[in-house]
Every structure is written in structure tokens, then in C-alpha cells.
């Protein structure tokens, strides 16, 4: 099985920095890549899908990139409510895999 | 607008079962497969299955082969999945998730439902 390995476990920042998370996969998987946010107690929220693609009404300080088995997330320029916890995902035709999460912690 | 709208939170002793629903509207149900991703307290998310609302075909994480049943209703434009067999360690928040696409693995999961807790305890 793929296994998909977030980058760092917790990031601190403060309002206004960029922030890159990264997650790798265990193989190659192509762009096959989403990235989600959460908030607790609620459900995760699609951001970037085929790793480089913005989600319809997310905000364009969000950007993916990569391909293969390295890819990054980065916010341009964090604002108040970015603080959450990011996934990544991998999906394909017989499972799905998430990485362990990253939580984004004010500095 | 594209909802999903899911039961209410369940608690169940060690050796029951439970089912959880999740109604969609918004869309046409039985273009998109549905999957099943459930959250233990303070841990990450973790894939159960998928099921294809049209026809009812499934898929089962290994994990959960033989516990988990997913299963469709398209009169009302529900899926449903029941684990049995339950275990302390079962305790979770239980997510329906929408594909972006009518084939599964082509594309990510673009609705997700509100969660339900289920808490098993003697």
C-alpha cells in the first residue's frame, strides 16, 4: 500500500507569513493529490485537487505543486482563519489514503 | 445547493451495531460514488470504503472487510453504512464524503457531510 507522510507534524506561524507544507508519498502516484483543511469538529474542506488545481471558491493564497512523490501546499500570506489542521490525500480507483495531518498553530 | 446531511450522533455497547445515514440533494445522486471516512478523537482521517449509489457496488478498505456495509437507497438519495462487531476503538466521528467524479479514484472529495459521533462504551 502507498503510504503518504506529512511535513511537519505541527507548524507555528503568525498572520501574514507564507507557510509550505509538504507530504510524500511511499511511491510514485502521478497527481493523483488533494489537499484538504479542518477545523475542529467539523468536517474537512476540499482546497487543492490534482495536486496544482484550486477548488472552486478557495481562496488564491492557497497554491499546491508537485508530482510523483513530493508535493507542497504553501499560503501565500496567512490570515487569521488559515489556523487549522491540513491533509493530504492520495486517491486512486481501489483506496485512498490520507497523510496524518499538519496543524497550524499561531506563533 | 450540493448537501450532505447526515444522522444523528449514536451510542452503542461493545458487540453491537450501528448505522449512520447520509442524505444527498443538491445534485443527481446516482452519478457520484460515495465514500465513507471516519475520524478517531484527536487522530487523523481514515478511508472505510466506497459505494456506486447506482447499482449499489462497493468497495472495503482490508481493514474493514466483513464489519462494514455500505448500502443505497436511491428513493431517497441515502447511503448508508452499518459496522458491526463494535469495539471501543470504533469511537469516532463517521464522515460521508462525495467524489468530484463520476469514476472513484479520479478525482477528490468535494462535499463532505456535517460527521457523526459514534461512541462505543460499555
Known amino acids: 500500500d502507498i503510504q503518504m507522510t506529512q511535513s511537519p507534524s505541527t507548524l507555528s506561524a503568525s498572520v501574514g507569513d507564507r507557510v509550505t507544507f509538504t507530504c510524500r508519498a511511499s511511491?510514485?502516484?502521478?497527481?493523483?493529490l488533494a489537499w484538504y483543511q479542518q477545523k475542529p469538529g467539523k468536517a474537512p474542506n476540499l482546497l487543492i485537487y490534482?495536486?496544482?488545481s484550486l477548488e472552486s471558491g478557495v481562496p488564491s493564497r492557497f497554491s499546491g505543486s508537485g508530482s510523483g512523490t513530493e508535493f507542497t501546499l504553501t499560503i501565500s500570506s496567512l490570515q487569521p482563519d488559515d489556523f487549522a489542521t491540513y491533509y493530504c490525500?492520495?486517491?486512486?480507483?481501489?483506496?485512498?489514503?490520507f497523510g496524518q495531518g499538519t496543524k497550524l498553530e499561531i506563533k | 445547493q450540493v448537501q450532505l446531511v447526515q444522522s444523528g450522533a449514536e451510542v452503542k455497547k461493545p458487540g453491537a451495531s450501528v448505522r449512520v445515514s447520509c442524505e444527498a440533494s443538491?445534485?443527481?445522486?446516482?452519478?457520484?460514488?460515495m465514500h465513507w471516512v471516519r475520524q478517531a478523537p484527536g487522530q487523523g482521517l481514515e478511508w472505510m470504503g466506497v459505494?456506486?449509489?447506482?447499482?449499489?457496488?462497493?468497495s472495503y478498505a482490508q481493514k474493514f472487510q466483513g464489519r462494514v456495509t455500505m448500502t443505497s437507497d436511491t428513493s431517497t438519495s441515502t447511503v448508508y453504512m452499518e459496522v458491526s462487531s463494535l469495539r471501543s476503538d470504533d469511537t469516532a466521528v463517521y464522515f460521508c464524503?462525495?467524489?468530484?467524479?463520476?469514476?472513484?479514484?479520479?478525482?477528490?472529495?468535494?462535499?463532505w457531510g456535517q460527521g457523526t459521533m459514534v461512541t462505543v462504551s460499555s
Open positions: 464524503a462525495k467524489d468530484g467524479s463520476g469514476i472513484p479514484g479520479m478525482d477528490a472529495f468535494d462535499i
Open positions: 443538491g445534485y443527481t445522486f446516482t452519478s457520484y460514488y
Open positions: 459505494i456506486n449509489p447506482s447499482g449499489g457496488s462497493t
Open positions: 511511491q510514485s502516484i502521478g497527481s493523483f
Open positions: 490534482k495536486a496544482s
Open positions: 490525500q492520495h486517491y486512486n480507483t481501489y483506496s485512498q489514503t
